[in-house]
């Protein structure tokens, strides 16, 4: 069933790959333009925010990624746990 799984996500990534590259000559753009792993924090209100940000700031300098934060605004009711 692995097997079967890796090669339904090769044959996908190949068909995406072959479209993106359909659609930048069919709209004459440039490229491959770079591309990197980030690390993405969400951050709210809460008074966990600064923690949640520096640990994320640790994990990116191991990895020497860049970290992208977002202000995710969710339910009031939802508690951070």
């Keep these: 069933m692995t097997a079967l799984r890796e090669l339904a996500l090769r044959r996908t990534a190949q068909r995406v790959d072959d479209q993106l590259l359909s659609h930048m000559q069919a709209h004459a753009i440039a490229g491959p333009w770079a591309a990197g ?43 951070p746990q």
């Design 37 to 79: 792993d980030r690390i993405l924090v969400c951050i709210s209100e809460h008074g966990t925010t600064a923690g949640l940000i520096r640990y994320a700031r640790r994990i990116a300098d191991r990895l020497t990624r860049a970290v992208d934060c977002d202000l995710c605004r969710g339910s009031p009711d939802i508690s």
